[in-house]
């Protein structure tokens, strides 16, 4: 891997100077992220053993790696995807593209700092000179982007467009009593119901527009795309899953939520106080705990969710920071942790049957872990909430309802078509 000085431009010029390449995003709240073009290296997994296959060619990949820096410090090598929300499952046709799960090494990454900005490139092995000379083509044209800076963020358009259900209204409600059957009899705890809409556009739509409308747009959240031919996985989630550095971890527990209404200030009050909200988080936070302490010497764990405002609905939130016994990979981390009760369930393997044999459909990589890891082990996972895949002319758009035993069919639709609001924002859609 080569380093090199690159003029500050926004992500957005970078990703559109290659526009046929596999492309990365990943943007972590309030801090610097990094857009990536290409693959020196593509990790693809399948079936349960996900974690160790992952681990072990990821191992070999990045004993292979030799880091130099012609400016600044080198760049960190780091593996970026995602996983499906059950990986051990066979992706659906829809969800061929990005399979069980998928990582990638970009061959080109794009950062900025506050002294400027830094292009790296990493070739897996020792390239020959017609690869290079192709390196050296790309890297002018990725510098003249970049020095040009010309991304426009197009308006949003007319809205025109279809937007259709994958659930009708009946066949929610069945679903919901089902679940509360189930917690009656003492078979679940909670279950979280998930359901898509499809949206038709009456234009091809364009990836790099919609992620840089969630990027102005949810500054709070994890903005993150997997761009591959033409399909793209993108999303703005507000919640972490887990991140490593070093010794230290952290995570998030969010569940529990409501509409956000700018006039309303007592709205965190009341979701404070609501009961059946508190439950759905009391479980999250519980799993959490419960999970981490196998890895952790200590965690230090609010008494009471803070509320997490974004655009338009709040959470309750309760992060999670520790510290680790000993060194432990992130991917352990996930593993242990995915999926927690907020986008699963509880008993876990309870939930997930019912999820895999009445939900319907495939989540694919909604409400999977989605994030990178490095060959120190550090690594940060976001939980794929609040995302589209895109193809064409549509877009598929997840959202799902944290079910116990007070929850109401209609009041849990209303939730799932809040959580909506922000692809669909992003994507132009007028109601």
């Given at each position: 891997?080569i380093?090199?000085?690159?003029?500050?431009?926004?992500w957005?010029?970078?990703?559109g100077?290659?526009?046929?390449?596999?492309?990365v995003l990943?943007?972590?709240p309030?801090e610097r992220?990094?857009?990536?073009?290409?693959?020196a290296?593509?990790?693809?997994?399948?079936?349960r053993?996900?974690r160790?296959?992952?681990?072990d060619?990821?191992?070999?990949l990045?004993?292979r790696?030799q880091?130099?820096?012609?400016?600044?410090?080198?760049?960190?090598?780091?593996?970026v995807?995602g996983l499906?929300?059950?990986?051990d499952?066979?992706?659906s046709?829809?969800?061929?593209?990005?399979g069980?799960?998928r990582?990638?090494?970009p061959?080109?990454?794009?950062s900025?700092?506050?002294t400027?900005g830094t292009l790296?490139v990493a070739?897996?092995?020792r390239p020959h000179s017609?690869?290079?000379?192709?390196?050296?083509?790309?890297?002018?044209?990725l510098?003249?982007c970049?020095?040009?800076?010309?991304?426009?963020?197009l308006?949003?358009g007319?809205?025109r467009?279809?937007l259709?259900?994958s659930?009708?209204?009946?066949?929610?409600?069945?679903?919901?009593d089902?679940i509360?059957?189930?917690?009656?009899?003492g078979?679940f705890?909670k279950?979280?119901?998930?359901?898509?809409?499809?949206l038709?556009?009456s234009h091809?739509i364009?990836p790099?527009?919609?992620l840089?409308?969630?990027?102005a747009g949810f500054?709070?959240c994890?903005r993150?795309?997997?761009?591959?031919g033409?399909e793209?996985f993108v999303?703005?989630?507000?919640?972490r899953l887990?991140?490593?550095?070093?010794?230290r971890i952290?995570?998030?527990?969010l569940?529990?939520?409501?509409?956000?209404?700018p006039?309303?200030?007592?709205?965190?009050?009341?979701?404070?106080a609501?009961g059946?909200e508190?439950?759905?988080?009391a479980?999250?936070?519980?799993a959490?705990?419960?999970t981490?302490?196998?890895?952790a010497?200590?965690?230090?764990i609010g008494?009471a969710?803070?509320?997490?405002t974004?655009r338009h609905?709040?959470?309750?939130h309760?992060?999670v920071?520790?510290?680790?016994?000993?060194?432990v990979h992130?991917?352990?981390l996930?593993?242990?942790?995915h999926?927690t009760?907020a986008v699963?369930?509880?008993?876990r393997?309870e939930a997930?049957?019912w999820i895999?044999?009445?939900e319907?459909g495939?989540?694919?990589l909604?409400a999977?872990?989605?994030?990178?890891?490095d060959g120190?082990?550090?690594?940060?996972?976001a939980?794929a909430?609040?995302?589209?895949?895109?193809?064409?002319d549509?877009?598929?758009i997840?959202?799902?309802?944290?079910?116990v035993?007070?929850?109401?069919?209609?009041?849990e639709?209303a939730?799932?078509?809040l959580?909506?609001?922000?692809?669909?924002s992003a994507?132009?859609?007028c109601?």
């Amino acid at each position: 891997m080569i380093s090199i000085p690159a003029p500050r431009a926004r992500w957005a010029s970078f990703l559109g100077a290659l526009p046929d390449d596999e492309r990365v995003l990943w943007l972590p709240p309030h801090e610097r992220g990094w857009a990536g073009i290409g693959a020196a290296c593509r990790l693809e997994v399948t079936g349960r053993q996900w974690r160790t296959q992952l681990a072990d060619a990821a191992r070999a990949l990045f004993d292979r790696l030799q880091t130099h820096a012609l400016y600044g410090a080198p760049h960190t090598a780091r593996l970026v995807g995602g996983l499906a929300f059950a990986p051990d499952a066979p992706p659906s046709p829809v969800w061929r593209a990005f399979g069980a799960g998928r990582f990638v090494l970009p061959r080109w990454t794009y950062s900025v700092s506050d002294t400027g900005g830094t292009l790296t490139v990493a070739v897996e092995g020792r390239p020959h000179s017609s690869d290079v000379a192709h390196l050296r083509d790309e890297a002018q044209r990725l510098l003249a982007c970049l020095d040009a800076d010309a991304f426009v963020e197009l308006p949003v358009g007319d809205g025109r467009a279809t937007l259709t259900s994958s659930t009708s209204v009946d066949s929610w409600r069945t679903l919901i009593d089902e679940i509360r059957a189930g917690v009656a009899e003492g078979r679940f705890r909670k279950v979280v119901a998930a359901r898509h809409s499809e949206l038709v556009a009456s234009h091809p739509i364009d990836p790099l527009q919609v992620l840089s409308r969630l990027d102005a747009g949810f500054p709070d959240c994890f903005r993150f795309g997997m761009l591959l031919g033409g399909e793209a996985f993108v999303g703005a989630t507000p919640e972490r899953l887990v991140a490593r550095r070093g010794l230290r971890i952290f995570a998030d527990a969010l569940a529990g939520s409501m509409a956000a209404v700018p006039s309303d200030p007592g709205a965190g009050d009341r979701l404070r106080a609501d009961g059946k909200e508190r439950l759905e988080h009391a479980l999250v936070v519980e799993a959490i705990r419960e999970t981490l302490s196998r890895f952790a010497s200590h965690l230090q764990i609010g008494a009471a969710p803070q509320i997490l405002t974004l655009r338009h609905v709040l959470h309750l939130h309760t992060p999670v920071v520790g510290e680790l016994a000993r060194p432990v990979h992130v991917l352990d981390l996930v593993e242990a942790l995915h999926p927690t009760p907020a986008v699963g369930g509880l008993p876990r393997a309870e939930a997930l049957a019912w999820i895999a044999a009445s939900e319907g459909g495939d989540r694919g990589l909604y409400a999977g872990p989605v994030g990178w890891f490095d060959g120190h082990g550090d690594g940060e996972f976001a939980v794929a909430i609040r995302s589209a895949l895109l193809a064409g002319d549509r877009a598929r758009i997840y959202a799902g309802a944290g079910v116990v035993a007070d929850s109401n069919a209609e009041a849990e639709l209303a939730e799932t078509e809040l959580k909506q609001r922000a692809m669909l924002s992003a994507l132009g859609y007028c109601a």
